[in-house]
């Protein structure tokens, strides 16, 4: 297993995702996506440490700067500024209230990251999850995402994860 070099500062793992599951609109605006997330990357600095962008869903493991807790805002940010100039999906009468599009799932999942075992594992859950949902048979297939950069780095082979043809049983998350 690859020994993954950590950022300073709290690290955590998220996944978001769409309201409207089954969906491909984060692959379809994967540009907008990249764009409001480097907006707002500027303005509200955090580091991507791993990331992969899948059709109705974001897998991230993020490191703010010390003493910065404030994923929340961030993640806000992005689902906002993504959401503005897309049209609305079917909503309910509190998210018209409440002046949300029905895009994103109201909320999402968070986890701190304890220690390095915990780190490695998020990051291969990550880079695998588009071979988990049967998306590409192999990791290097799926083009959204930071696997890539971990390949030019020498973190990861190209061939890492193997090839779903080669997995039996099933995933759950």
Request: charged residues 30%; hydrophobic residues 40%; positive net charge.
């Amino acid at each position: 297993m690859p020994r993954y070099v950590r950022a300073k500062g709290s690290v955590f793992f998220f996944t978001v995702a769409l309201a409207q599951r089954p969906s491909n609109l984060l692959v379809e605006e994967v540009d907008r996506l990249r764009r409001i997330y480097q907006t707002v990357q500027r303005g509200h600095p955090f580091e991507t440490l791993a990331i992969c962008v899948l059709p109705d869903h974001i897998h991230a493991l993020w490191a703010l700067p010390d003493g910065d807790g404030d994923f929340s805002t961030r993640w806000s940010l992005i689902k906002g500024g993504f959401s503005r100039g897309l049209d609305a999906r079917a909503r309910s009468m509190r998210k018209i209230a409440k002046r949300e599009k029905g895009i994103w799932q109201r909320r999402y999942w968070e986890h701190a990251i304890r220690n390095d075992e915990d780190f490695e594992r998020h990051v291969d859950y990550i880079h695998f999850n588009p071979v988990k949902h049967r998306h590409v048979r192999r990791v290097c297939d799926w083009p959204h995402s930071s696997f890539h950069r971990f390949v030019e780095q020498g973190l990861l082979a190209l061939d890492w994860g193997g090839d779903l043809r080669n997995i039996q049983g099933s995933f759950g998350e």
